[in-house]
């Protein structure tokens, strides 16, 4: 039997399969492009139920028919070859089991078991902080990095998964000291960067939070799309929030926007960044038709909350009223039937919110507050980061603004200044409110 690189048992006597698998998990872990060559890896050692499970799992994350067709087969493939596999490896057939089949109270329980018990098994963790990051269950994020560190000290990583875990949980130094310990062992570990990101943005380091991004670019290039936008995205945060439009609107056309337009968090950085500009004043021309009509040729709506709230406005700024019926019929359908787990969250958060955000593009900010008020102190539990969902905050302030309710927006906007000093966004909305226009 072998090991992969994290040295967990793999049951295959096939060197070449354990090579894969390990470049699999790198490019997953480290969100590079190595991927595709598990599904032949599969093909050419199908007794090997593990690297099925992977293949299944790449399947799901094409988000479109095509995908579900080849992770079925593959789905087919691990659950054959589970009797003979490790107890570690048909346990994680089991969590692939369950994501495939959308069974995500199952799912989270056993993806926490599986840590526990395989810490080792750092792609699993990776899994897991996925998971839990989907559903707002920041202790849930951190713990999986606490419980699997003391396993992967050599590995660069670990320490990024453990430094947005803090992050998220606010426990800014420490997670600093985490994404800066990632990159400087190992340079190529953007994870570990949006992590620093995340932390000078919260503390209004902008400055900083630029150079920082910069100097560490040039390792974005063979990262994946989502990686490569998502830290242009928050290099695009920096310069909005100082009130430099020119870049961010740069940075949408040439590197968030259009990198590939077909994975859904590619779509979310650029809805949400070009949304705020928006929201700021800025006349983004007619680019919302350019994305709301790809959007609205989506295949899979209703997958994550956090993602339909972000369609809804695009939608409707780009006049999709066909689509928008589709997506909020979907949502209604979730408020009664999605899990348990997030069944609160579609009906009494994303709905409407949703609802909210379409009646802000539409430009009634009266009916979006009605919407808005009531979802606003419960946006954890959509799922999505700090920084992301301080883009429906900013929605929420603005609409404030314009339909003259100063005195509600004026003590959050102080908060807000108090708290970040010296970010000239949130002063010239105070600015907006204390002035009273």
Known sequence: MRE???????STTSDHTVAVINRFMDSFIGFGTDFFPIFAASDEDPDCALAAAYACLLGVFFENAEGRRIAAGYYAR??????????????????????????????????????????????????AQNAFFNIGDDAALLWVADTVIDHHKSCAYAYGMRAFGREQSSLLKLAEEDGR??????????WAHHAVAHVMLTEGRHEEGIKWMRELSDEWDDRNSFMLTHNWW????FHLEMEDFKTPLDLYD?????????????????????????????????????IGTYVAGRELYNDQPFYDMHYGYALARAG????????????????????????????????????????????????????????R???QEIGGSHAQRDLFELAWITSLLAAGEYETAQPVLEARVNF???????????????DRH
Do not use: C
């Not at 691990?78 to 490790?86: F, I, L, Q, V, Y």
């Open 420 to 434: 970040r000093q010296n970010v000239p966004m949130d002063a010239r909305l105070l600015a907006r409110a204390q």
């Open 320 to 375: 999709q009223e066909e689509a928008i019926r589709r997506l909020l019929d979907g949502m209604e359908k979730l408020s009664r039937e999605a899990p348990l787990t997030t069944r609160k969250a579609w009906a009494e958060v994303a709905l409407p919110a949703t609802k909210g955000f379409i009646a802000i593009a539409q430009g009634d900010h009266r009916e979006a507050l009605r919407h808005l008020t009531p979802a």
């Open 181 to 190: 310990r990632a990159t400087d062992m190992q340079r190529k570990e953007p």
């Open 254 to 290: 040439t590197r968030v926007w259009g990198v590939d337009k077909s994975y859904s968090l590619d779509q979310v950085n650029a809805i949400s960044l070009l949304w705020r500009l928006e929201q700021l004043g800025v006349d983004v021309g007619d680019r919302w038709q350019d």
């Open 78 to 127: 691990m659950r054959a070859g589970a009797a003979e596999a490790t107890e570690r490896e048909r346990q994680f057939i089991a969590i692939i089991r369950d994501l495939h089949d959308g069974k995500l109270d199952r799912l989270l329980a056993t993806l926490r078991r599986h840590v526990k018990e395989f810490p080792r098994d750092l792609f699993s963790a990776k899994l």
């Open 234 to 237: 928050h290099q695009a945060l």
């Open 4 to 10: 992969d690189r994290f040295g967990n048992p793999v």
């Open 377 to 379: 102190p419960r946006y």
